[in-house]
Nanobody, 127 residues
Framework: QLQLVESGGGLVQPGGSLRLSCAASGIRFDFYGLGWFRQAPGKGREGVSVISRTGDRTNYADSVKGRFTVSRDNAKKMVHLQMNSLTPEDTAIYYC????????????????????WGQGTQVTVSS
């Protein structure tokens, strides 16, 4: 399993941007598909974005398409989530997660697939 630590959350005004980062430790980071999930107060955990082992394929929840961009740097064992045009509905705790995958596997937006999770970082969008 990987150990994951998120950073970059905070308070931002509607329309603003934040960049979340997730640092991984452990062996063979490039064997893992990665996902970003979020959980708002009183709601279940929602898949936000996923990225393949090499970073050549990504997928997004409809609610964030065109506003969020996921990327990864396998050499640095990092994954990032660039969030633009933020709205109050984006307020949540954001988690990164890792799923061990075969070479051509693609991670999914279902949280049940993942066995490594970070502790989360709070994102609050408010004026």
């Amino acid at each position: 399993q990987l150990q994951l630590v998120e950073s970059g959350g905070g308070l931002v005004q509607p329309g603003g941007s934040l960049r979340l980062s997730c640092a991984a430790s452990g062996i063979r980071f490039d064997f893992y598909g990665l996902g970003w999930f979020r959980q708002a107060p009183g709601k279940g955990r929602e898949g936000v974005s996923v990225i393949s082992r090499t970073g050549d394929r990504t997928n997004y929840a409809d609610s964030v398409k065109g506003r969020f961009t996921v990327s990864r740097d396998n050499a640095k064992k990092m994954v990032h989530l660039q969030m633009n045009s933020l709205t109050p509905e984006d307020t949540a705790i954001y988690y990164c997660a890792a799923e061990l995958l075969p070479p051509m596997g693609m991670p999914e937006l279902r949280s049940s697939n993942y066995n490594s999770w970070g502790q989360g970082t709070q994102v609050t969008v408010s004026s």
